[in-house]
């Protein structure tokens, strides 16, 4: 079976893990403070927090922006359900706004069209790796005083008009899930160059503390920290971050060969009639952490006998990204209009394997499979 995804791990990463386990220090230490300080060199921001997850990520962004209860925030439904509850977590309300369907980010138009007075801010993101029209996301966000937060789970590695997605805005969330091009196994960050949200969002992490462990263990004077606000447990591991150290040394290396097998996809279904590909605009740079191919209603088969058909053949393929409006959580959700756009484009999308290392010989019999059923 090919898979549709696999992490690129080696011994280097076991070796950075089993060092760190050996110093005895194996919570949030001294490896996540280097992490954190390399990814923001990586991205180009001043500061970046690690947490536990993505999700955990943009609930802090969510509280340190100051999102509460009354307040909406548009963001697309076409995107996974974390999007959407970390909005709910703070009881605010996501309003579900349309995407472009060629390249599956938000449509600013749209955006527009749903901002009220009661709007607070945009969760803009960056699907698939493909990242969105930031600069003129936040014109639209200075025009009517709201908040940009990106959520770039898919995004590390990507670029926008020639410098990495984590460096545009104040408050970018990244994840490190198996599934995205780098891992730390699970984990996430938040980049930003705002000074106090990133003294806030340190805090946040973990209960709430004005010290943290690793100060206070450094310290050659007693220390008593205090809780300053209810805080949560958000930490991610000094193991984690051990994996996540030598994973973003290969980062550009893994979106370059990533790039190359998205390559190969393009010139080998460019000629098809019936599908439409991933649109990377100029100034625009994906990591292609996933590939989405939309079948046009000239397909010969449906998306999903197209799926089984790959999977009869020993191929791994998701269906198109969700959409977060007609799950079971929301769909008594009050407010929700037909998305026609993105149910269409969920409804009508595959993701074939991608990953690095893949091989000559995988990324073949995924082409000719594919193009036997597009003839069929």
């Known amino acids: 079976m090919i898979p549709i995804a696999k992490p690129y791990l080696t011994t280097e990463e076991a070796q950075n893990a089993y060092d760190t386990i050996l110093t005895g220090w194996i919570t949030q230490g001294p490896r996540v403070a280097e992490f954190e300080e390399k990814f923001a060199t990586y991205v180009g921001s001043k500061y970046a927090v690690a947490v536990s997850n993505c999700t955990t990520a943009l609930h802090l962004a969510m509280i340190v922006a100051g999102i509460g209860p009354g307040d909406e925030v548009i963001c697309p439904s076409l995107s996974y359900i974390a999007t959407a509850n970390s909005i709910t977590y703070v009881g605010a309300k996501p309003i579900f706004a349309e995407i472009d369907p060629l390249n599956y980010n938000l449509d600013i138009e749209d955006v527009e069209n749903r901002i009220t007075p009661d709007t607070k801010a945009i969760l803009l993101v960056h699907q698939i790796g493909m990242p969105a029209d930031i600069d003129n996301f936040k014109l639209l966000c200075d025009k009517y005083n709201l908040k940009l937060i990106e959520d770039a789970a898919c995004a590390a590695g990507s670029s926008y008009k020639g410098k990495k997605i984590g460096s545009h805005s104040e408050l970018v969330c990244f994840s490190f899930h ?30 709430g503390m004005s010290i943290n462990d690793r100060v206070r263990h450094n310290s050659d004077k007693i220390l008593f920290e205090e809780h ?115 149910e269409h484009a969920s409804d009508n999308s595959i993701l074939i394997p991608l990953y690095y290392p893949m091989t000559d010989k995988d990324i073949s019999f995924v082409i000719s499979t594919f193009l036997q059923n597009a003839s069929a």
């Open 228 to 342: 300053v606000e209810i805080g949560y447990n958000y930490r991610m591991t000094d193991i984690q971050a051990s994996v996540g150290i030598k994973q973003l040394e290969k980062l550009d290396f893994i979106v370059g060969e990533r790039r190359k097998i998205a390559e190969k996809y393009h010139d080998a279904f460019r000629s098809l009639n019936n599908v439409r590909l991933p649109i990377e605009n100029t100034g625009y740079l994906s990591n292609y952490q996933s590939f989405s191919i939309y079948l046009k209603e000239n397909f010969p088969l449906s998306r999903n006998d197209l799926m089984q058909k790959m999977l009869d053949s020993g191929i791994s393929t998701r269906r198109g990204i969700m959409t977060t409006h007609r799950e079971l959580a929301y769909r008594n959700y009050n407010g929700i209009n037909s998305l026609s756009v993105s």
């Open 178 to 207: 198996p599934r995205k091009v780098i891992t730390t196994g699970d984990g996430g960050m938040i980049t930003t160059s705002n000074e106090d949200y990133y003294h806030r969002l340190k805090m946040l992490r973990q209960h």
